[in-house]
């Protein structure tokens, strides 16, 4: 029966490190793991994170369960045998050495990610106005509310919360190749904003202010999905989002003005 | 295998005739304890059990509503068979969004609340610590009684939160403000069963909270100063420390749980603004709705690790006990508990990392959590080194013991991937958190529990439970389970808690769902094999020797805690609880209370078995 046994607990531990490995490698996409190909450039240091987290746990995964699997196998015929089993309490050095790799390891991934967490997270992107190096303003005021998502586009005067500021509904559509910034803020409870293609998500708790910002390349059928539990609604409250060339952008939102109604908010 | 083990127990048993003498037969002494059936004894043993059957009847309820959840992933909006004609009768036999926000939130409440904690501290607590560590009795036998009666009476206002025209509360098991405050739909007029039902759920998390944190005194107490005469701390079992390292963070946790959970109470119900923003509308006064968050987390992390770790501490004994080895690094495996508990309460803002909670702040949080993966990868490399060289005994507790560690490493190391904040940030309230969460608290929790019923039903019934019924029990449960749990972590872009997640860009998921279902379904039949075991053993199961699996630990001396009042004949504990297969004696195993020269050394056969 132990050889049973074994090659039960063989099966799982060794078909997500077949799959984990093949990911990594690979050698295939990331949507295999549900991950559409990201758009942008942090979305593509996040993958390769995503790809070297799963790779190293991968490989904690199928040497510990071999290790196990092995004790099972190796013990198979002990039960009716007269081998004792080992007497051994403990191993000071091989304790410190697993303590210890994993913790080097770890720390040295902390350090790793922190890049692209700066880069996604606290540095906002400037540009160059004059002689001025300035945060980009955002483009976009994100409103959030059960269960949709409002759009008000800043005007002429390039500023958002001004009288000028264009309304869309759950359509989401931003300039390619252009550093875009939205700013998010919540209607009544808190709501979170997904989009899986720029691998970002940011939740949206009212009574604050949040800014996401992202560059990137052209799509056209991409899907804002909330992600916070926000009632019996959650689930609907999904937008449309196309990333257009600046052309196209520029000539939509001028079109979307023409016809503007009055931005409805505060 | 258990008839062959029961005639070689018997040298040992003969060797303790001074003791045995004096009393009845200890077969059935562990039958005679005050009134067994009594719910208003204040007798650990007796108010163990009935935690322990009260929580197997409440994880009845909580797979029942995870069906629910799984049966509207699969098949959205189609009329559910059996139940849902009666349940959802309004709406012509179908779940309705509403409902669904409930089921999720009341499968996570009931789980967690009345099934892990309580069965885990509640039922093995006071069933093994007292044996475990020679006591007589818990420390404060009302407060036994109280803890198991508030658990009631906490389910009660559980019920009554399902009794409101909402059906029940419907903000997730985190409840985050404000839509736990407001309750429902913003701003319009049907929010206010929702406010109730949320009231009353607050009402039974306090009760719950309280209750623990009684049980968690009595331990405590119990653990530290009613120890059997040589019975120090570091000859207690890992079970034992576990439950002491569990109760002391429940200590430390609870009371910021039952803050918060008033504080959100009165927000509801006398229309203060705790977690209320100014900018609101209905605001009465400028509250902070990420401070709920924090309070919630710095109770609802440690809670994680208050569900796993006595687990954690009953698996090692039983993995050592079939293996026939000594623990493996037993003081490092003590030092990891502590360490996990410490590093416990700094790791909750791995929880927010897209919560708007400051970015930099985050950096912290996520090395204290890649922190808190060492001494729980001790832990795992110290199992692995237990089964390493062992005799093993793939017996039914042993089997899902093993399955525990083998489910815990996937579920450890997706936590481990999630702790990288870049890498959190894409996964966060999807279904691999979900796939994470299971792994570690029904893979490995819940795979635990059932082992150490497995192992222990002998002590507590006198009989042992069916092994052939048990191995199908353990096999048909670890298939369904990986069936079930192993592609939610291909879902790492379908959000959680939607009712009908399959329009446009997710449609692509809704036939991995249905595989889900199937296999949901199939694990929860598979808990029918364990429920006619559990009920034919209590009756018909094979009558028990003292120790049937020749274990060291102390609850297996056969001396009745209670009778050991009237023999004047302390109990003495000799050594640690993990001298097996010493070299030194012919047998593998010297049980803690076995004096050196109980058995005499027979040197002319020292491998005789």
Redesign the interface.
């Known amino acids: 029966m132990n050889r049973f046994w074994s090659i039960l607990f063989a099966i799982v531990p060794l078909a997500a490190f077949v799959v984990l490995s093949m990911v990594c490698l690979k050698l295939v996409p990331l949507s295999t793991m549900g991950l559409p190909q990201p758009i942008n450039a942090p979305g593509q240091s996040i993958d390769f994170l995503f790809r070297l987290v799963h790779g190293l746990c991968a490989g904690v995964l199928f040497f510990t369960s071999i290790t196990i699997v092995w004790s099972l196998w190796q013990s198979r015929s002990a039960a009716g045998g007269t081998r004792r089993a080992a007497y051994i309490k403990s191993n000071l050095l091989l304790e410190l050495a697993w303590t210890a790799i994993p913790g080097a390891l770890l720390l040295w991934l902390a350090f790793y990610q922190m890049e692209v967490w700066s880069d996604t997270r606290l540095n906002q992107p400037t540009q160059i106005i004059g002689q001025e190096t300035v945060a980009v303003p955002p483009l976009v005021l994100v409103k959030a509310r059960q269960y949709g998502w409002e759009f008000h586009y800043a005007g002429a005067d390039q500023q958002i919360k001004t009288a000028d500021d264009v309304y869309i509904e759950n359509l989401l559509v931003v300039p390619a190749n252009r550093d875009v910034v939205l700013e998010l803020e919540s209607r009544d409870v808190i709501h979170s904003f997904f989009v899986p293609e720029l691998r970002l998500k940011q939740d949206i708790v009212p009574g604050m202010s949040h800014r996401v910002w992202f560059n990137a390349n052209p799509a056209d059928q991409l899907e804002i999905l909330c992600t916070e539990l926000c009632g019996e609604g959650h689930y609907r409250m999904r937008a449309r989002m196309r990333v257009v060339a600046p052309a196209t952008f520029d000539s939509w939102l001028d079109a979307e003005a023409r016809k503007n109604q009055p931005a409805e908010f505060q | 295998m258990i008839a062959g083990r029961t005639t070689h127990h018997t040298p040992h048993t003969t060797h303790r005739k001074p003791k045995t003498e004096n009393r009845k037969p200890h077969t059935d002494n562990r039958t005679l304890t005050p009134s067994p059936l009594n719910p208003f004894s204040t007798h650990h043993r007796v108010i163990g059990l009935w935690y322990l059957f009260s929580c197997l009847i409440w994880l009845g309820i909580g797979g029942l509503l995870a069906l629910a959840i799984r049966w509207q992933l699969a098949w959205p909006w189609s009329n559910m068979p059996i139940l849902g004609s009666w349940l959802f009768a309004d709406s012509g036999g179908t779940i309705?969004?509403?409902f669904?926000?409930v089921l999720f939130t009341m499968h996570a409440s009931v789980m967690i609340f009345f099934v892990l904690i309580p069965i885990l501290t509640g039922g093995f607590g006071n069933l093994l610590i007292p044996p475990m560590i020679g006591a007589k009795s818990l420390a404060f036998p009302q407060l036994t009684r109280i803890a198991f009666w508030l658990m009631w009476l906490a389910f009660g206002a559980m019920v009554l939160s399902f009794l409101t025209p909402a059906r029940g509360a419907?903000?997730?098991w985190t409840a985050?403000p404000?839509?736990s405050v407001?309750g429902?739909?913003?701003?319009t007029g049907d929010a206010s069963g929702n406010r109730v039902a949320q009231a009353w759920w607050l009402v039974g998390i306090l009760l719950t909270s309280v209750s623990s944190l009684l049980v968690a005194i009595n331990h405590v107490t119990t653990i530290l100063q009613m120890r059997a005469l040589g019975m120090t701390m570091f000859r207690l079992p890992a079970t034992v420390w576990a439950m002491l390292v569990t109760s002391i963070m429940q200590l430390l946790a609870l009371p910021i749980l039952i803050l918060a959970s008033v504080m959100q109470w009165t927000d509801i119900s006398l229309g203060t603004g705790f977690f209320i923003?100014?900018?609101?509308?209905h605001s009465v006064a400028g509250g902070?709705?990420?401070l709920w968050q924090h309070l919630f987390w710095f109770y609802g992390h440690p809670a994680v690790y208050i569900m796993i770790l006595p687990a954690m501490g009953m698996v090692s004994d039983i993995l050592a006990c079939f293996?026939?080895?000594?623990l493996?690094?037993?003081?490092?495996m003590v030092w990891s508990n502590i360490a996990i508990a410490s590093l416990g309460f700094i790791v909750w803002g791995h929880h927010m990392f897209?919560?708007?909670m400051n970015?930099?702040i985050?950096?912290s949080f996520?090395?204290s959590t890649?922190?808190i993966?060492?001494p729980s990868?001790?832990k795992?490399?110290?199992w692995?080194?237990t089964?390493?060289?062992?005799?093993?005994?793939?017996t039914t507790p042993m089997?899902l013991g093993?399955?525990f560690?083998?489910m815990f490493?996937?579920g450890g190391?997706?936590g481990?991937?999630m702790s990288?904040?870049?890498?959190d940030?894409?996964l966060?309230?999807?279904h691999?958190v979900v796939a994470h969460i299971h792994y570690v608290l029904f893979g490995s929790s819940v795979l635990g529990m059932f082992g150490a019923i497995y192992f222990w039903f002998p002590l507590m019934f006198g009989r042992l439970m069916s092994e052939r019924l048990g191995k199908l029990h353990f096999?048909t449960t670890?298939?369904f389970l990986?069936g079930t749990f192993?592609p939610m972590?291909?879902?790492?872009?379908?959000?959680?808690?939607?009712?009908?997640?399959y329009?446009?860009?997710?449609a692509e998921?809704l036939p991995l769902n249905q595989w889900i279902t199937w296999c949901a379904m199939g694990m929860a039949a598979s808990q029918l094999i364990f429920l006619a075991n559990f009920l034919w053993s209590l009756r018909f199961g094979i009558l028990s020797q003292s120790n049937p699996w020749q274990s060291n630990g102390l609850e297996w001396s056969g001396v009745d805690s209670n009778a050991a009042n009237d023999d004047n004949e302390p109990l003495e504990v000799f050594r640690w609880p993990?001298e097996?297969?010493?070299?030194d004696r012919e047998s593998?195993f010297f049980p803690q209370w076995e004096k050196e020269s109980d058995q005499p050394e027979r040197n002319e056969s020292p491998?005789g078995?």
């Open positions: 309705t969004p509403e669904y926000t419907a903000s997730g985050y404000p839509l407001f429902g739909n913003f701003g923003p100014a900018e609101a509308a902070q709705v990420l293996a026939r080895k000594p493996f690094g037993y003081h490092s897209v919560s708007g970015f930099t985050a950096m996520m090395i890649m922190l993966a060492l990868g001790v795992v490399f110290n692995i080194g089964l390493w060289g062992g005799r093993l005994q793939l089997l093993v399955g560690v083998s490493i996937i190391l997706s481990v991937v990288v904040p870049p890498v940030v894409v966060h309230d999807t691999y096999l670890f298939i990986n192993l972590h291909l879902l790492s872009r379908m959000p959680r808690r939607y009712a009908d997640p329009a446009d860009s997710l998921f993990y097996y297969s010493s070299p593998d491998n078995d």
